[in-house]
């Protein structure tokens, strides 16, 4: 769990890299293509995105064997990041189309809230049941 742990934090810095990259991408540019309709996308797509994640969160986890059960909690939590950086992917994107950097910024709060959903905290670990922990603290 612990390498889970520096993994989350890993896509939380990528996302703050995207970010800044936004800026210096679009620094000087003037094409200011319909910011409004891209702000929306941004906003369905961080609403489906958070969603995503919390019906990933309240899914069960099964297995029969430690293994099994690792498998299926890391399976979940790639899932859960990928939804939440798909909104800094729309963002980057509509950023370089519009030349309006501030739109990565509102997709990166969606972006940072899903993250913080995802994390392998030890509250997220023991809300699935007190028999999760030891098999992912167990050594594979």
Not at 23 to 46: N, Q
Not at 66 to 95: H, I, M, W
Not at 106 to 112: D, P, Q, R, S
């Amino acid at each position: 769990m612990p390498e889970l742990r520096t993994l989350s934090l890993s896509f939380v810095q990528a996302d703050v890299l995207i970010v800044l990259a936004a800026f210096f991408i679009t620094s000087g540019h003037g094409s200011r293509t319909s910011v409004e309709v891209w702000l929306g996308v941004i906003v369905l797509v961080g609403i489906a995105a958070l969603v995503t994640v919390a019906a990933l969160r309240r899914r069960p986890i099964v297995g029969e064997t430690p293994d099994a059960v690792r498998g299926e909690y890391r399976q979940l939590f790639f899932l859960k990041v990928a939804a939440s950086n798909c909104v800094e992917l729309v963002g980057f994107f509509a950023t370089v189309v519009t030349a309006t950097p501030w739109l990565t910024l509102v997709a990166a709060v969606f972006t940072f809230a899903g993250l913080a959903m995802s994390a392998p905290t030890r509250a997220d670990v023991t809300r699935h049941g007190p028999e999760l922990l030891p098999a992912l603290l167990e050594a594979p």
